[in-house]
Nanobody, 113 residues
Framework: QVQLVESGGGLVQAGGSLRLSCAAS????????MGWYRQGPGKQRELVAT?????STKYADSVKGRFTISRDKNLEYLQMNSLKPEDTAVYYC?????????WGQGTQVTVSS
């Protein structure tokens, strides 16, 4: 079992920055991949970025060059720069353990124009 708790969301103006954090507890040493997903108003949940235990990263095209995912032991971060109104969403931390997904409760990010 893995428990995930996000923090760091909030309201920011377009062009601003936010840093999201995710703390994993429980069997976090078994995590294969961690990631961030988001769900905007009226939209389906989508991948934002992932990072493996080896440090390999993957990003959605819409955030490449603006967002950076990183990981340090049981902590995961998403540095978001040059934010746009279309980045407004609930952001979820994800951990995958041998094919099973665990999710945090989500943190709201709102970008005003």
């Amino acid at each position: 079992q893995v428990q995930l708790v996000e923090s760091g969301g909030g309201l920011v103006q377009a062009g601003g920055s936010l840093r999201l954090s995710c703390a994993a507890s429980g069997s976090f040493f078994s995590i294969n991949v961690m990631g961030w997903y988001r769900q905007g108003p009226g939209k389906q949940r989508e991948l934002v970025a992932t990072i493996t235990t080896g440090g390999s990263t993957k990003y959605a095209d819409s955030v490449k060059g603006r967002f950076t995912i990183s990981r340090d032991k049981n902590l995961e971060y998403l540095q978001m720069n040059s934010l746009k109104p279309e980045d407004t969403a609930v952001y979820y931390c994800n951990a995958r353990v041998w094919g099973k997904d665990y999710w945090g409760q989500g943190t709201q990010v709102t970008v005003s124009s």
